[in-house]
């Protein structure tokens, strides 16, 4: 089963795929992408993906010929052809290639390019244990909210929690922690579930979006609110989202331990409810 690439129009194994070096998305990180996934050869949400998507883009004035509804087709045809059982899928849109120059370029076309690869998933082992984390400054730019090609705060950080030994780096600007490199956070006080708020320094992912409705619709309460970097501490529980970590518990902050040590309880429903959600069985809902 190959990976293939879908470059302006035309699909082709990814190993041929190729863009101009003048391309604005390689010269500047003139672009925004969207990751995807697959769950059982099912796009997941992918309408909300590529609505985010359009949202980027119209966010950094790029205007892209393909409606949504031909970006889907394109999407469901590549999965088709690569063939994988859990598929991984990137969007990517530059502004396109152009002689080197800030400005705008009036006669550019925006390059758009996919990804089909197959998904690597976690071990499952890892959701009974959990994993560790650290905090690092937040000097990413003030558009956090617009999913930029310009990673570079975020290879950083994730590069400093390899060599301390985590899984993921979360921002802290101003005492506040906001999210992951690569992912949303949750923090569990007592029968609270805490997340910081939509923002221009936030992501809202897509994972993160469902475990917000399936915890209301479990009685849950599910809290949008700033929590500063001394307080997650102390929470009882914490948590990542995202596309490929699904819901991932944290027992260690910075090498302190988290609640108990080990994943909590509210952590494990809401994984349940959210593998009940991608692969449905009897719905899991716990006592108002």
């Known amino acids: 089963m190959p990976n293939i690439a879908y470059v302006n129009g035309k699909f082709m194994p990814l190993s041929s795929a190729s863009v101009s070096v003048e391309d604005r998305g390689f010269q500047f990180g003139d672009g925004v992408y969207e990751l995807i996934r697959t769950y059982n050869g099912t796009v997941f949400h992918v309408q909300e993906h590529i609505r985010?998507?359009?949202?980027?883009?119209?966010?950094?004035?790029?205007?892209?010929?393909?409606?949504?509804?031909?970006?889907?087709?394109?999407?469901?045809?590549?999965?088709?052809?690569?063939?994988?059982?859990?598929?991984k899928i990137y969007i990517q849109v530059?502004?396109?290639?152009?002689?080197?120059?800030?400005?705008?370029?009036?006669?550019?076309?925006?390059?758009?390019?996919?990804?089909?690869?197959?998904?690597?998933?976690?071990?499952?082992i890892i959701f009974k244990k959990g994993v560790s984390i650290i905090s690092v400054e937040d000097i990413r730019w003030g558009w956090c909210n617009v999913?930029?090609?310009?990673?570079?705060?975020?290879l950083l950080a994730r590069e400093h929690a390899v060599r301390a030994g985590a899984s993921e780096a979360i921002f802290v600007r101003d005492k506040f922690v906001w999210e992951g490199a690569g992912s949303n956070l949750f923090a569990v006080f007592g029968k609270k579930v805490v997340t910081p708020p939509i923002g221009p320094y936030l992501l809202s992912g897509i994972t993160r979006e469902v475990v917000l409705a399936l915890g209301k619709k479990m009685g849950l309460k599910m809290i949008e609110q700033k929590v500063t970097l001394p307080a997650l501490y102390k929470a009882d529980e914490i948590f990542l989202t995202g596309t490929?970590?699904?819901?991932?518990?944290?027992?260690?902050?910075?090498?302190?331990?988290?609640?108990?040590?080990?994943p909590g309880t509210i952590t494990s429903l809401l994984h349940k409810a959210f593998q009940n959600e991608v692969s449905p069985r009897l719905p899991l809902m716990i006592r108002k």
């Open 244 to 262: 490929t970590v699904e819901v991932l518990p944290v027992i260690h902050l910075n090498k302190k331990t988290i609640g108990t040590g080990r």
């Open 52 to 87: 985010r998507l359009y949202e980027s883009l119209k966010q950094i004035e790029i205007s892209i010929k393909e409606t949504p509804t031909q970006l889907e087709r394109i999407v469901q045809s590549g999965v088709k052809r690569c063939g994988y059982v859990e598929t």
């Open 94 to 124: 530059t502004r396109g290639a152009a002689p080197r120059n800030h400005p705008f370029p009036k006669e550019a076309r925006p390059t758009l390019v996919m990804t089909f690869r197959e998904l690597d998933l976690l071990p499952p």
């Open 147 to 154: 999913k930029s090609l310009n990673l570079l705060p975020n």
